[in-house]
């Protein structure tokens, strides 16, 4: 079997006839093959089993100890500037409550 510079095969066993096959290295045979890709696998997902409950606790707790800690950062500050006042003073007290209202 030989080989014309075109890229023909020519057959050594007397036969002069021209195949019209051209010769492939073995790198080019390899890429002709079809390639297996990731999308050709079917998807296996392992979902977690549902919580029965929807509400998530820890959050919740969590908003209620900044919102206790931020209300009584405010109550200090109205404290401080002189709108509630924790004594027995001359007013009955309706400003405070006013105020702890606004503040709430």
């Known amino acids: 079997m030989s080989s014309n510079?075109?890229?023909s095969v020519r057959l050594g066993d007397g036969d002069d006839r021209v195949h019209d096959e051209t010769v492939a290295p073995a790198d080019e045979h390899r890429s002709r093959t079809p390639q297996r890709t990731e999308s050709d696998d079917?998807?296996?997902?392992?979902?977690?089993?549902?919580r029965g409950d929807e509400v998530r606790w820890g959050p919740i707790w969590a908003g209620l100890v900044v919102t206790l800690g931020v209300f009584l950062?405010?109550?200090l500050i109205a404290f401080a500037v002189g709108i509630?006042?924790?004594g027995q003073g001359a007013n009955d007290g309706t400003a405070s409550g006013v105020a702890t209202g606004v503040i709430g």
């Open 84 to 86: 509630i006042d924790l």
């Open 42 to 50: 079917p998807v296996n997902i392992t979902m977690p089993p549902q």
């Open 73 to 75: 950062l405010l109550e």
């Open 5 to 7: 510079p075109s890229g």
